[in-house]
């Protein structure tokens, strides 16, 4: 389907969603149309409102560290407004930062240039940004599950379908059948969503897999959207980046790959991302970024020049700690009967299967109202997710420690129940 047909499609299931809950006279009560009503709740947010007013919940519900930003960032950042950054800049970004991000990729991936870097108001703006660019109402998207629920929502207000290939659990962890997301990659679909390392899961996608997936998407024309926001949170082969596309593909195909500084640089409250796509759609990514935010802060993005230039070590760092965390918290939890977990390749949450789980959300709830522990249930992320629950180690081990008690006392009082 062409993007003008998908706009009409669009404004047609705009009416009779108009129509649908108001009725003809627009007499019943105002709501929104029907694709946005339909869209999923956050779960996450359901427990943690279930741990309001519980004196010293532990949340590990989040996907973020407990440090702050570290001090050359925020003092570049203070020092930018100082300066008077308070402007509006150019849509795809200021040119210092386009250029330094595109050193940084370079270097981690192979010649990119300034003209193949847009910067966003972080990455799940550049989700949606990469999505509007080539997603309209009816078109087939494929995404693999179980996955941050945003991707997999961020289509369907676009009105497109969403048909997931699930990765499955068992010895090695969480992995993939190649061949089942080979076959749903359809000539009819539009887009592919891929989250390598993965939320929530860890998993990463292995280069020979990126290879077979891209070569398809090839074949059948489907945009492929790379969210590699956690590339640099990877445990592989003493490797500091996890495998990318976009260390296979041209920069003249139909290949977006999402990024942000959140998690390298621990900047989530920032709001700075960025996106490498080919310069041909710069020109209307730019329009794009004009009708959601028109720019990214100023202050903001000359503070990201600092985390590109001055970072590395401390990106290093960040990694070191957390891989050591990840190992800390798999072998306390391989301690308790009833938690069955693996160490992942990536990303900063274990994904687990938890005794008593398979309704995880009514479970999590119980968790933090009866012990304070704060985990984010399996299903938020997808029906696939039942049964396990997720949980953030981007913290010191005192606290990791003192949720694994939590956790063990939880399960033992239920079992003597
Ligand atoms: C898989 C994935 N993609 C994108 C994001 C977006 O992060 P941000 O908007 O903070 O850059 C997140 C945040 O947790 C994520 O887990």
């Given at each position: ?40 709740p ?225 900047m ?9 796509a ?52 798999v ?15 990536g ?34 992320f997808?029906p ?33 129940l």
């Amino acid at each position: 389907m062409s993007e003008s047909e998908g706009a009409v499609i669009s404004e047609l299931g705009t009416l009779a969603g108009r129509a649908s809950t108001e009725g003809a006279s627009g007499a019943r009560s105002p709501s929104a149309r029907d694709a946005v009503r339909a869209l999923r709740p956050s779960q996450i947010r359901e427990v943690a409102n279930a741990g309001f007013g519980v004196p010293d919940v532990l949340p590990f519900w989040f996907g973020e560290s407990d440090q702050v930003t570290p001090q050359f960032i925020r003092d570049a950042a203070s020092q930018a407004l100082a300066d008077g950054a308070t402007f509006y800049t150019h849509n795809l970004g200021i040119a210092p930062l386009r250029e330094a991000l595109a050193g940084y990729v370079s270097r981690l991936h192979g010649d990119t240039r300034p003209a193949e870097i847009a910067v966003t108001s972080a990455g799940v703006n550049a989700l949606m940004l990469a999505a509007q660019l080539v997603v309209g109402a009816g078109d087939r998207v494929v995404a693999v599950t179980p996955l941050w629920p945003n991707l997999v929502e961020i289509p369907k207000i676009l009105g497109a379908t969403v048909e997931t290939v699930s990765l499955t659990y068992g010895e090695d962890g969480w992995v993939l059948d190649l061949d089942r997301l080979l076959a749903a990659l359809t000539p009819g679909t539009r887009m592919l969503m891929i989250n390598s390392p993965n939320n929530p899961t860890g998993w990463v996608m292995t280069r020979e897999q990126q290879q077979a997936v891209l070569d398809r998407c090839r074949q059948n024309g489907i945009w492929l959207i790379a969210d590699e926001v956690y590339e640099r949170l990877y445990y592989g082969d003493d490797a500091t980046v996890a495998p990318s596309f976009l260390d296979l593909a041209t920069r003249n195909e139909r290949v977006i790959a999402v990024n942000s500084f959140s998690k390298a640089w621990l900047m989530t409250g920032w709001r700075l991302g960025w996106i490498v796509a080919p310069e041909g759609v710069m020109e209307d990514l730019g329009k794009l970024v004009e009708y959601n935010t028109s720019c990214a802060p100023s202050f903001v993005q000359l503070a990201g020049i600092a985390a590109v230039r001055d970072g590395e070590q401390f990106t290093q760092s960040v990694v070191a700690g957390l891989r050591a965390s990840r190992d800390y918290l798999v072998t306390a939890l391989q301690g308790i009967p009833g938690v069955d977990v693996r160490a992942p390749l990536g990303s900063m949450y274990l994904f687990f299967k938890l005794q008593g789980a398979d309704r995880s959300l009514e479970l999590c709830k119980t968790l933090v109202r009866e012990s304070g522990l704060g985990l984010a249930p399996g299903s938020a992320f997808g029906p696939e997710g039942e049964g396990y629950v997720r949980w953030c180690y981007a913290c010191d081990t005192g606290r990791l420690d003192a949720g694994v008690a939590r956790l063990r006392q939880f399960l033992e009082t239920r079992a003597g129940l």
